[in-house]
């Protein structure tokens, strides 16, 4: 059973990576368009599958989406300042 876990681990990374690469959005891809980082995650199941967990996936950068702004309270009851004026 030992020597199949590299198999079978390399074979769920691909999986996974190949449906992660047809469910992200195509304008959001990374270095290369989508059917490109397809074709490597399939034809090159590790090297195509690390490329796009390293390279290809998209960030909330590439999607678009706002930076998190760590600095502030998300609710009133979290501002220290809010719940000194109550």
Same mark, same amino acid.
């Given at each position: 059973m030992g020597r199949f876990l590299p198999l079978v681990i390399v074979a769920l990374l691909t999986i996974y990576c %190949? %449906?992660? %690469? $047809?469910? $992200? =959005? =195509?304008?959001a891809v990374r270095r290369a368009p989508?059917?490109?980082w397809a074709v490597a995650v399939i034809c090159l199941p590790l090297a195509g599958a690390l490329g796009w967990l390293f390279l290809g996936r998209p960030t909330a950068e590439s999607r678009g989406e706002p930076g998190r702004n760590l600095g502030r309270p998300k609710a009133p009851d979290d501002d220290v300042d809010f719940l000194r004026g109550l």
């Open positions: %190949v %449906v992660e %690469v $047809a469910q $992200a =959005p =195509p304008y989508r059917w490109l």
